[in-house]
């Protein structure tokens, strides 16, 4: 994969405060926008199927992780929000929160749940998931089109993060979310910042598409009342 990475910068203080105020999750909030975004720029979650031709999807899943607890410990469980592009904020959060309460809902999770966290089977078809997924686009359905990765969200401020290639032409990671100064119509003041890393995948995604798509998701997460609660 030659790999493209873009590290954003998002005023996300109004957004945050519609969180708590409605007891929603953050991260949510970052699929709900994702998904508009692509949405809006679906050549950035296109990939080459076998034939080598380029293979697009009318939806937006996004796989994301979601901690759950096992009796082996707290696992990332590996999850595919469907439909992102028109879910609200609400019905992302609750189902996040009942994978949270109950693994078993999710396919990953029943899949967790039979063969444990420390199964040496998990590995080996997770690299073979991956080898498979690069080009088949049943999978890909299965699995999703976009990854977004949160678990930047805990690192309790901010700073950025690099992740490993996926088999997503489109990555998001937050890596993390705090405090900062920022000018706002000539005028400094104090605001919530959320760092993204944006990871795309060259050969198939130019540099005008995916800046594109970089501006309507920090449109998206700076004005919170574009996407539906």
Request: proline share 4%.
């Amino acid at each position: 994969m030659a790999t493209m990475t873009a590290l954003v910068q998002v005023d996300v203080s109004n957004a945050m405060e519609r969180v708590r105020s409605q007891e929603l999750s953050a991260t949510a909030f970052v699929l709900a926008c994702v998904g508009r975004a692509v949405a809006s720029h679906p050549e950035v979650h296109a990939y080459r199927g076998w034939s080598g031709r380029l293979v697009m999807h009318r939806h937006v899943d996004i796989a994301t992780m979601v901690e759950v607890h096992t009796s082996d410990g707290v696992f990332p469980l590996a999850h595919p929000v469907r439909d992102t592009e028109s879910r609200s904020v609400s019905d992302i959060s609750s189902e996040l929160r009942a994978i949270r309460h109950d693994p078993t809902t999710s396919a990953g999770g029943r899949m967790l749940m039979r063969w444990g966290s420390k199964a040496g089977l998990v590995p080996g078809l997770i690299g073979l998931g991956y080898l498979t997924a690069r080009h088949s686009p049943s999978v890909r359905r299965r699995t999703g089109t976009v990854t977004v990765s949160s678990v930047g969200m805990m690192m309790g401020g901010n700073g950025f993060a690099i992740g490993t290639p996926t088999i997503s032409t489109l990555t998001v990671i937050v890596g993390g979310m705090g405090e900062r100064p920022w000018v706002i119509d000539g005028e400094l003041t104090v605001r919530t910042i959320l760092d993204l890393t944006v990871q795309v995948d060259h050969r198939i995604v130019d540099g005008a598409p995916a800046a594109r798509f970089g501006a309507t998701l920090r449109r998206l997460l700076e004005h919170p009342d574009l996407i539906t609660w």
